[in-house]
């Protein structure tokens, strides 16, 4: 069993940085990768990117890559989004979801981080 548990999440103003943090229990040696989404008042989840445990560097979903950084602690244990330049509309609930394999979906969720932004 793996459970995740989202931190670092808080109000912001426009331009701000922020780092929030994913992080693994359990059985985390067994996870593939791990992703982060968001989920703004009223829209549809939004997938933000992921990283795997081949890798040292997330990749940040086309919109975002600018602006947003994904990069693991520990192995899988541990996983950081780091956001610059914030913008009101990067208020969202993100939180961080896990696969065990390669084509696996995503079935572990964590419950999230508030992210607040204000112009």
């Known amino acids: 069993q793996v459970q995740l548990t989202e931190s670092g999440g808080g109000p912001v103003q426009a331009g701000d940085s922020l780092r929030i943090t994913c992080t693994a229990s359990?059985?985390?040696?067994?996870?593939?990768?791990l992703a982060w989404f968001r989920r703004a008042p009223g829209k549809e989840r939004e997938f933000v990117g992921q990283?795997?445990?081949?890798?040292?560097?997330?990749e940040a979903s086309g919109s975002l890559m600018d602006r947003f950084t994904i990069s693991k602690e520990n192995g899988m244990k541990k996983m950081h989004l780091e956001m610059k330049n914030l913008r009101p509309e990067d208020t969202a609930n993100y939180f961080c979801?896990?696969?065990?394999?390669?084509?696996?979906?995503?079935?572990?969720w964590g419950r999230g981080t508030q992210v607040t932004g204000s112009p």
């Open positions: 990283i795997t445990r081949t890798c040292d560097v997330g």
């Open positions: 979801a896990a696969r065990m394999g390669e084509s696996a979906k995503y079935n572990v």
């Open positions: 359990g059985r985390y040696v067994s996870i593939y990768s």
